[in-house]
């Protein structure tokens, strides 16, 4: 079983800035790929970013790209989001999630993650 709790999340004005991050609690963190994702209310949850299990391979959302990055730090079993320019429509609930996407075109499927977060929610002000 993997435990995931994400941090980091709040308020910022528009064009601000916000790191989250997303501690896991497993000796086999390093064997698994890791996403985020996010869902605003009344909206399906939707694909922000992933990473492989080495961090050799990240993945974005057209929309995220150039704005957010991606990273992991095994050592310390975390995975990070650092989300910049960040706009009113980037207002979510962001969620963390652990799985094995077996190819490249498998990381943005929420069914490829077997393991989530309980979310940070990350509110941008006009």
């Known amino acids: 079983q993997v435990q995931l709790v994400e941090s980091g999340g709040g308020l910022v004005q528009a064009g601000g800035s916000l790191r989250l991050s997303c501690a896991a609690s497993t000796r086999t963190f390093s064997s698994y790929a890791m996403g985020w994702f996010r869902q605003a209310p009344g909206k399906e949850r939707e694909f922000v970013a992933a990473?492989?299990?080495?961090?050799?391979?990240?993945y974005y959302a057209d929309s995220m790209k150039g704005r957010f990055t991606i990273s992991r730090d095994n050592a310390k079993n975390t995975v990070y989001l650092q989300m910049n320019s960040l706009k009113p429509e980037d207002t979510a609930v962001y969620y963390c999630?652990?799985?094995?996407?077996?190819?490249?075109?498998?990381?943005?499927?929420?069914?490829?993650?077997?393991?989530w977060g309980q979310g940070t929610q990350v509110t941008v002000s006009s």
């Open positions: 999630a652990a799985g094995a996407p077996l190819y490249s075109g498998s990381y943005p499927h929420p069914l490829e993650y077997d393991y």
């Open positions: 990473i492989s299990w080495s961090g050799g391979s990240t």
